[in-house]
């Protein structure tokens, strides 16, 4: 009836002007209820010793070794810098909006850095969303499987100007020193003004000296960012640390055409800015740079060879500008009390904020409303690890008695199904979570 589509009407206004409230309180937050506990009195090694080149999904883990978000909200920190998605919508030149978005997919991973905490698992079935009013757009994800564990996303423009989706199903691994996270996966960006998608993955991630000395993280491996309607590509290696920490965090590559010219060099750390700059200045640099290296090393002969086992110092950590160079990223800067909360950005320590606004509209399956999340963010270490092994032991009954029943469990938000770019298998946004008319939801918490 009329009436009643009035009445569903007013009832979304009025939820969004909840949000809208809410968002405009973000970036207020300066920290955490309480700080993080030390590690020091635990040892990691009598847990990962039998783990040796296991993958690590299936390992309980003590709670101390987490940060209080779960995973589903770790990756809603892709969305950190989201204005060089609007800074690509902005621009009608293919290579400029390639710019754009090589250095969002870069941005995504640096959020990394420095976070040593391990993030919840979710739950079959565990939900967050996030909108943010200020950065414009609205995020939607789910805990899609268990075994093997992926999660599912699709953020929006609030302005309908792009759409950002992914699935990502990261396999953790322990090598005696190490444990390295590959995250499985495809992530893709469509901008509908111009009709393109890019499509993408993520490069390895590896903490190091996880049984003694400092922990340290870096990223390696290739990342290839294409855009499906040009042909156009960005090919990027994340170099590993290398000899004397030298090639610590250095991320380096090209923008390319359909016929792999080389268009644009693109340069950087992943934990400090990225820069764009012609192609044959950059490799005349690069030769410049190898000759004065190559020197360095004949004055060093007689070093052991092999990777360095402590973090590199940190005068390390400039980028060398190339004359001539364009910024097109440089990361948000910490709060000052950041090694104090985890690592946590200032976007990450408003991920787990709960109000009046969130607790009315938000479905119960919200990562905001995990008990043992919540419990570890507010300093209770001892209900948060009970938490968590009543959750994790409800997921396995739950799993149990599906194994005796027909029914098999389904997503709600998500299907599986191909991606329309490149025809890899995704998973797909179904629609309908914004309506707000959650029913039939799984009792998970």
Known sequence: SASSETGLGNKLCRTTDRFTQAAKRVGKITSLPTPMFSRNDVS???????????????????????????????????????????????TTDSVERM??????????????????????????????????EDLGFRWVSEQV???????????????????????????LKFWGKSIEAEPKGLITLELPRYNEAYTWTNPTCCVHNIIVGQLWIEQYGSMEVINHKTGERC??????????????????????????????????????????????????????????????????????DEEPEEMPPPDAETVPVVPGSELIWKITPRPGNSAQFYAFSTFAMHLNEQDKSTEEVAPATDSRF???????????????????????????????????????????????????HNKAQDWIYLKGYWERNYTDLPDIY
């Open 145 to 171: 499987s268990h075994h093997p564990p992926v999660s599912a996303f699709h953020a929006e423009g609030l302005n309908q100007d792009f759409v950002f989706h992914g699935s990502i199903y990261p396999k």
């Open 44 to 90: 990691i090694w009598g847990i990962l010793k039998k783990c040796i080149g296991m993958e690590l999904s299936k390992i309980a883990m003590p709670v101390i070794f987490n940060e209080p978000l779960s995973f589903l909200q770790r990756l809603t920190e892709y969305m950190e810098h989201t204005y060089l998605i609007h800074k690509a919508n902005a």
């Open 235 to 304: 090919s990027m290696m994340f170099k590993p640390c290398g000899l004397f920490g030298k090639e610590l965090h250095k991320v380096e590559g090209y923008i390319q055409d359909k016929s792999k010219k080389k268009l644009c060099a693109i340069y950087g750390k992943w934990t400090e800015s990225l820069y764009a700059v012609d192609p044959v200045t950059f490799d005349s640099h690069k030769k410049t740079d190898k000759k004065s290296s190559d020197e360095r090393k004949d004055n060093k002969r007689g070093s052991v």
């Open 99 to 132: 710019k754009c978005v090589a250095a969002f997919a870069v941005s995504a991973v640096a959020s990394q850095w420095e976070r040593t905490g391990k993030p919840f698992n979710p739950l079959l079935g565990e939900t967050y969303e996030l909108i943010r």
């Open 370 to 420: 995990r008990p043992d999340i919540r419990a570890m963010e507010n300093g209770d270490i001892d209900f948060a690890s009970s938490e968590k092994k009543r959750l994790e032991e409800k997921q396995r009954m739950a799993r149990k008695n599906r194994s005796k029943s027909p029914a098999e469990w389904k997503t709600r938000w998500f299907e599986q199904g191909q991606n329309p």
